[in-house]
């Protein structure tokens, strides 16, 4: 199997890949010649002969050895590696392999998936961190479901299923863009049944393909006709190829704001203003294939207790535990089937994490405790900013052991935690890709739980949501020298 490196230069881009590249004999060329010395009869000749045809025969032999050989090699196999072939131009079919990789680096390959990562080169480019991308481990596919196949100039790849040579994926319909902070590809696609994308409101799940462009950048804005952003992102979409329910999805695992553009050849564009196109692309029998190989690759949902699937009682503003109280045992009494409890920020003290209101919400953890004796549970709202109001006169104990271990976000200059403004007014952000982080953040519950046993959390505000644009000192900082 071999393993060049190809580099593709676009622009003052190289962008990597690692494939394979089957080899075929020359096997032909060789006969032609044994035959060739057949028409003469000297002994040394019928000598020069008989060596030649049995230099034919060993060739025939050592021809169909490699070609074996050669077939094996689809299979991953780690030990050997090619040389690059930068001279050649046009098309080369290639099929993708899994790279072997050390175990501290990502892995963005899963056999029966091929991988398309692009990026820079020379310069290290922002990568999503992705704990639940896990590198694989099983058996390689036996047979390929499809074969990549990579033009140079110029660039484009294309993907086509196997089995009817249906092209799936197909970049040739527009330019590959690789600058700073602007990277586009557009690829056509074998049919205009196209699902998925978001967060936005869809009017209908069949995407409607006539020059509709989705923006997606995580945004604290309630569901609106509009079509505006919502609160999360979602750049997976799936395409239903044929009646017969062939199906493939694609995934840009990428997170910097982004727009995709759905158009009527039928194509789709993904445009984005940082890091990588690292795309995977999934081919299944049916949709519920698709979406199971996608949710392998990015991991399950968690799954709910069963009490969460139960009747919620949620609102803002009962202002005090009196009032809450008053609530739950009037829906008690009307015997009401009624599960859980919500409490939004106005149980909090000054809005802050971790803290209860110690005169609104005086005896909230002998509340809970009378819930739990009723069979009910409680769920409290949590909001990743945490406020920075700490003295000696009033410690706030959340902040100062998030300071210790120095987990906030930073602003650009790299060293000093970035400021907002969230519900306690002006806060610190926690940095959930920092593993400390999750150290601190588990903590601060368990240290809350010891206080007031809560079933269940509510994570408000977590697009990351911020009051001001920015920061308090404004939305552009200046870069350090
Ligand atoms: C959405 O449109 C409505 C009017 O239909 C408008 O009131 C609202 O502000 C819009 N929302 C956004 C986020 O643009
Ligand atoms: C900080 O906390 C103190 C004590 O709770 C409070 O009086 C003050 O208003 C807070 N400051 C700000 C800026 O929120
Ligand atoms: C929170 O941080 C900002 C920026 O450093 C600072 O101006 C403000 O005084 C801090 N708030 C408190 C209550 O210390
Ligand atoms: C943020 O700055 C602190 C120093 O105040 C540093 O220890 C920490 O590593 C920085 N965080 C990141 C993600 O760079």
């Not at 998030?402 to 002006?426: A, R, Y």
């Amino acid at each position: 199997m071999r393993k060049p490196k190809l580099l593709y230069t676009v622009g003052h881009y190289s962008i990597d890949y690692r494939v394979t590249v089957e080899s075929h004999g020359c096997g032909v060329q060789r006969a032609e010649m044994a035959r060739k010395k057949l028409k003469k009869f000297t002994t040394l000749e019928i000598v020069l002969s008989v060596l030649l045809l049995v230099l034919f025969i060993i060739s025939i032999v050592l021809i169909v050895l490699l070609a074996k050989e050669s077939l094996k090699s689809t299979a991953p196999d780690p030990g050997t590696t090619g040389s690059p072939d930068p001279g050649t131009t046009g098309t080369t079919p290639i099929s993708a392999e899994c790279p072997v990789v050390n175990e501290l680096e990502r892995i963005n390959c899963i056999p029966d998936q091929p991988p398309t990562k692009l990026t820079d080169q020379t310069n290290n480019r922002f990568e999503v961190p992705h704990e639940h991308v896990q590198s694989f481990s099983g058996n390689a596919a036996a047979s390929l479901t499809y074969q990549v196949e990579i033009s140079r100039e110029p660039f484009s790849i294309k993907v086509t299923r196997r089995s009817n040579d249906r092209v799936l994926f197909d970049s040739s319909i527009g330019p590959l863009l690789f600058a700073d902070q602007f990277l586009q590809l557009s690829t056509r696609l074998p049919s205009a049944n196209v699902y998925g994308l978001g967060e936005h409101v869809h009017q209908q799940y069949r995407h409607d393909m006539n020059w509709k462009t989705w923006p997606i950048f995580n945004r604290d804005t309630t569901p609106n006709g509009n079509g505006t952003n919502l609160y999360g992102a979602q750049t997976f979409f799936l395409c239903l190829e044929d009646a017969s329910g062939l199906s493939f999805g694609v995934f840009l695992m990428n997170s910097n704001a982004m727009e995709v553009v759905l158009q009527p050849a039928p194509a789709i564009t993904y445009r984005t203003i940082g890091g990588i196109l690292d795309f995977y692309v999934f081919l299944g029998n049916t949709p519920e294939q698709v979406v199971q190989e996608y949710l392998e690759l990015i991991g399950r949902p968690a799954l709910p207790s069963y009490w969460a699937l139960g009747f919620h009682l949620s609102r803002y503003e009962y202002g005090t535990l009196d009032n809450m109280r008053e609530v739950v045992e009037r829906n008690r009494a009307a015997q009401l089937p009624y599960d859980v409890q919500h409490a939004d920020i106005d149980y909090m003290d000054e809005r802050r994490d971790f803290t209860y209101d110690p005169v609104n919400f005086k005896g909230f953890p002998e509340f809970v405790n009378d819930l739990h004796k009723n069979g009910q549970k409680l769920v409290i709202i949590v909001d990743p900013a945490i406020s920075n109001n700490s003295s000696s006169s009033k410690p706030y104990g959340p902040y100062d052991r998030g300071s210790d271990m120095k987990i906030w976000v930073n602003s650009s200059d790299g060293v000093t935690p970035l400021i907002g403004e969230v519900w306690p007014g002006q806060t610190v952000f926690p940095d959930y890709t920092n593993p400390n982080c999750a150290v601190w953040w588990t903590k601060e519950f368990e240290l809350f739980h010891n206080q007031v046993e809560f079933d269940g959390i509510w994570i408000d505000m977590n697009e990351v949501s911020n009051f001001v644009d920015g920061s308090v000192s404004g939305m552009f900082h200046k870069q350090p020298k």
